[in-house]
């Protein structure tokens, strides 16, 4: 299963909402999960199963989807989400990772 | 406290064999299916393989099937990935992680490095 990200990056600013989508190339159910991930440090799961939120991860972010299309949502956008956001499939193997979301300051 | 802790990384000819291995603590192991995740330099991330709970079943990526072997110690809480016929473009941080199930935490280690070069 081939997965695709869109935006690759964006730039932003404090307090805006952001969108990733990204898309399975075919369907999934809600096998998937949200990663951020900063420069040199392992990723961390914000999402899964498409839109539980991790325990510990702030409200901000959200999820949602189903079957081949989903979307992380940050709904006002912190000093500290600015990152890579990666989706992962976990519906059949071999598991498969998006390309990437770069989210950066604007 | 939870630790994965990957070590065995290093320089390696191309063709070469490297093994890996990640100790966990803090968590009961066994219940838990295991994957390894690598990220090439300044690249994304790639999922490469995992091993059921019981060591029953062993998936992997299309890059490193028939090269890569992964395999479990539930006695020594250890994860093992055996790398052989090893390529340039295996070059990479090796993490190993229970992610990619639903289970209520997700726990990385910090890496290994594994550099392919002659």
């Known amino acids: 299963i081939q997965m695709t990200q869109s935006p690759s990056s964006l730039s932003a600013s404090v307090g805006d909402r952001v969108t990733i989508t990204c898309r399975a190339s075919?369907?999934?159910?809600?096998?998937l999960d949200w990663y951020q991930q900063k420069p040199g440090k392992a990723p961390m799961r914000l999402i899964y199963?498409?839109?539980s939120l991790q325990s510990g991860v702030p409200s901000r972010f959200s999820g949602s989807g189903s079957g081949t299309e989903f979307t992380l949502t940050i709904s006002s956008l912190q000093p500290e989400d600015f990152a890579t956001y990666y989706c992962?499939?976990?519906?059949?193997?071999?598991?498969?990772f998006g390309p990437g979301t770069i989210v950066d300051i604007k | 406290e939870v630790q994965l802790l990957e070590s065995g990384g290093g320089l390696v000819q191309p063709g070469g064999s490297l093994r890996l291995s990640c100790a966990a603590s803090?968590?009961?192991?066994?219940?838990?299916?295991m994957s390894w995740v690598r990220q090439a330099p300044g690249k994304g991330l790639e999922w490469v393989s995992v091993?059921?709970?019981?060591?029953?079943?062993?998936y992997y990526g299309d890059s490193v099937r028939g090269r890569f072997t992964i395999s479990r110690d539930n006695s020594k809480n250890t994860l093992y990935l055996q790398m052989n016929s090893l390529r340039a473009e295996d070059t990479a941080v090796y993490y190993c992680?229970?992610?990619?199930?639903?289970?209520?935490?997700?726990?990385w280690g910090q890496g290994t490095l594994v550099t392919v070069s002659s």
């Open positions: 992680a229970n992610t990619g199930y639903n289970y209520m935490q997700v726990y």
């Open positions: 803090g968590f009961t192991f066994s219940n838990y299916a």
């Open positions: 091993i059921t709970g019981s060591s029953g079943s062993a």
């Open positions: 075919q369907g999934i159910r809600n096998d």
């Open positions: 199963a498409a839109s």
């Open positions: 992962l499939q976990h519906n059949s193997y071999p598991f498969t």
